[in-house]
T-cell receptor, first 110, second 114 residues
Framework: DAKTTQPTSMDCAEGRAANLPCNHS???????VYWYRQIHSQGPQYIIH???NNETNEMASLIITEDRKSSTLILPHATLRDTAVYYC???????????FGEGTQLTVNP | DAGVTQSPTHLIKTRGQHVTLRCSPI?????VSWYQQVLGQGPQFIFQ???????GRGNFPDRFSARQFPNYSSELNVNALLLGDSALYLC?????????????FGPGTRLTVT
């Protein structure tokens, strides 16, 4: 599985867009990019995933660069409830496990 | 619909003892995975079961074992507990056995070994 690199922490003002970057320079062609988040004392929650096209759902948007070496998770209007650790994971579609790193602690401030 | 449920929520054990943790997946999900999360770190994969067969195993000692029942619920067993086994144990269920399907995590069981 490709290793991912994320900033340790980020801050965002409530109501503004939160842009969380992730580097995955060794990603292979059959590895998806997944984003999960973990709110304090809860289990991780799936957010979104993609292969090479940009994706959007009700929670977030995922922008993947053309060379697939990096991606950005966008929370368009961050709220205090979005404060959490966000994990970027590169994983083969046929894989059976998620390899979590240390993630980015996003703090949304009022 | 009920999400993934785990029991117990908290547990305190003594070194050398044995522990059994339980997980019920979302209805219709046939895959269950177990993760260990030590304080301050991301979850680490322990096992995955799909259709009652072991599909994957992480880098954990043989003291850790698991099984999946015909109703797709699962148990994680840890023998000869060590202080380092203190962690949050997470169960995740998904429709099928590959990670292309999103995994739904339970709230976890907090295990403290003294």
């Amino acid at each position: 599985d490709a290793k991912t690199t994320q900033p340790t922490s980020m801050d965002c003002a409530e109501g503004r867009a939160a842009n969380l970057p992730c580097n995955h320079s060794t990603i292979s062609g059959n590895e998806y990019v997944y984003w999960y988040r973990q709110i304090h004392s809860q289990g991780p929650q799936y957010i979104i995933h993609g292969l090479k096209n940009n994706e959007t759902n009700e929670m977030a948007s995922l922008i993947i660069t053309e060379d697939r070496k990096s991606s950005t998770l966008i929370l368009p209007h961050a709220t205090l409830r979005d404060t959490a650790v966000y994990y970027c994971i590169a994983e083969e579609t046929s894989g059976s496990r998620l390899t979590f790193g240390e993630g980015t602690q996003l703090t949304v401030n009022p | 619909d009920a999400g993934v449920t785990q029991s117990p929520t908290h547990l305190i054990k003594t070194r050398g003892q044995h522990v059994t943790l339980r997980c019920s997946p979302i209805s219709g999900h046939k895959s269950v995975s177990w993760y260990q999360q030590v304080l301050g770190q991301g979850p680490q994969f322990i096992f995955q079961y799909y259709e009652k067969e072991e599909r994957g195993r992480g880098n954990f000692p043989d003291r850790f074992s698991a099984r999946q029942f015909p109703n797709y619920s699962s148990e994680l067993n840890v023998n000869a507990l060590l202080l380092g086994d203190s962690a949050l144990y997470l169960c995740a269920s998904s429709l099928a056995g590959t990670s292309v399907y999103e995994q739904y995590f339970g709230p976890g069981t907090r295990l403290t070994v003294t």
